[in-house]
């Protein structure tokens, strides 16, 4: 087997690095990039611990060979805090104690990220649905689900014209 | 294993032709699940999403055109897609969740070829048919033709899925797709039905398809159960005789998810579900 030579851009970085052709997203981020923030639980696409955004798409990157991405653009956990500041979610998520192991958090992180850029002021149900595919083994998924419309809430009030 | 990324449907079938062990992928979301699980080892994968035409949807000839690449989540931006095929869309966006729709496919739902594929009856229902093309060129057949089994298509060596064509749609037309699951998101259909119809200015309606899912060993049509809708306003006697028809034409398998008995019944429940909201959708179009 040859190795393959990506280039892409991963939390705005350019990244550069050789895998083989059935390496993972997942895998090539966590092995060769070391940003070991998206975790496998299932690597079959059903858990979504290992969410990303793939071109501004939310996708499972255990289900994205590594070789897809090359001269396109990644973002990981990694790059949600800003310049040391946490994402308003992830404050939100110590706040209202949404995680316990944490194991599922980043994926759960990363779309929720991706549901309030589409929609800022999502209902109960559609956060819900939306966050179908990321599991949970600890909390149960209620203080989540607040923490995810709190966190929808804040930035509708920081939107609004002063 | 290689990996490669033709640009041009030529490219790809030249890959596709060059060695037995060669794969298509479309969105990944089966391929490499089964790949994972030693069930696949691929020599070659030949991802077909950087080819022009098999990606997006357009409108073509008055019908429509869908690359067979295109993610389902995509196919929610085409509002006229939508208002068309409203059917179709649902189905292939009832697919796992939001990161798997961004990735999964309706080409790759088909040529899967899981019994419980939720955008095969819609498509059937729909009449859709697919481009395939190949290293004689490209033919079009009816997509219920390129289904052989559990797993199993009539696609032939070098062979693949290109595009999907909607046909013309009459105004009194429209079609829905429901499924029967243990859960309400992700998990596999017990049962699907995928119906389209149309009626004329009082009602009546004068054309119906009726496609079930989760009951055979490959999605089915059951031309019985759309003949019997032909002819009524949907009214109790009709719905019956379709949903009759949808039972004689099951073959089910017993599973975790459904017995045999209970698949059979919810295939009329779950027909007569659908059909009523593609009569409504239908009315609203005229
Ligand atoms: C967590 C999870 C949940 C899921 N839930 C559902 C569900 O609710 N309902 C459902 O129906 N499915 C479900 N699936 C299965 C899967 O997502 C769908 O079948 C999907 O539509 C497959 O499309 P794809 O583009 O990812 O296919 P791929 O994985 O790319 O391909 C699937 C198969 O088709 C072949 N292929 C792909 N494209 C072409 C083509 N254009 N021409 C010829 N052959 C081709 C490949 O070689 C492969 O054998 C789920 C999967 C996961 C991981
Ligand atoms: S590790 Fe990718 S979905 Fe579970
Ligand atoms: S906090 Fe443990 S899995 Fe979610």
Sequence with gaps: MSKQHI????????????????????????????????????????????????????????LVLAPEIDGRRVETIEGLAQDGQLHPLQRKFLEHGALQCGFCTPGVLVAAKALLE???DPTEEETRYWLAGNLCRCTGYDKIIRAVLDTAAELRQERLPA | MSYHSPTSVDQAVELLASRDDARPMSGGTDLLVQMRSGRLKPGAIVDIKGIDRAVGSRAQDGGFVIGAATPCTELLDDAALCAAWPGVVEAANLIGSVQVRNRATIGGNLCN????????????????????????????????????????????????????????????????????????????????????????????????????????????????????????KLDEAALTAMGE????????????RGTIDYRIAMSAVYARRAAVIAYNRSRETL
Excluded: H
Aim: charged share 20%.
């Design chain 1, 7 to 62: 280039r892409a851009t991963v939390n705005g970085d350019a990244v550069d690095f050789l895998c083989e052709p059935t390496t993972s997203l997942l895998n090539a981020l966590r092995d060769e990039l070391r940003l070991t923030g998206s975790k496998e639980g299932c690597g079959s696409g059903d858990c979504g611990a290992c969410s990303v955004m793939l071109d501004d798409k939310l996708v499972c990157s255990c």
């Design chain 1, 118 to 120: 589409r929609n800022v």
């Design chain 2, 113 to 232: 070829a899981s019994p419980a594929a939720d955008s095969v009856p819609a498509l059937i229902a729909a009449g859709a048919r697919a481009v395939v093309a190949g290293p004689q060129g490209e033919r079009i057949v009816a997509v219920e033709d390129l289904l052989a089994g559990p797993g199993w298509t009539t696609l032939g060596k070098g062979e693949f899925v290109l595009e999907f064509i909607l046909p013309v749609r009459e105004p009194g037309s429209a079609d829905a797709y429901l499924r029967s699951i243990p859960r309400t998101e992700m998990d596999i259909a017990v049962v699907g039905a995928g119906i389209n119809l149309s009626c004329d200015a009082s009602g009546t309606i004068t054309a119906a398809r009726v496609a079930l899912g989760a009951v055979a060993p490959t999605a089915l049509l059951v031309p019985d159960a759309g003949a019997a809708l032909i002819g009524s």
């Design chain 2, 245 to 256: 028809a949808a039972k004689a034409a099951c073959r089910p398998i017993d599973d975790k």
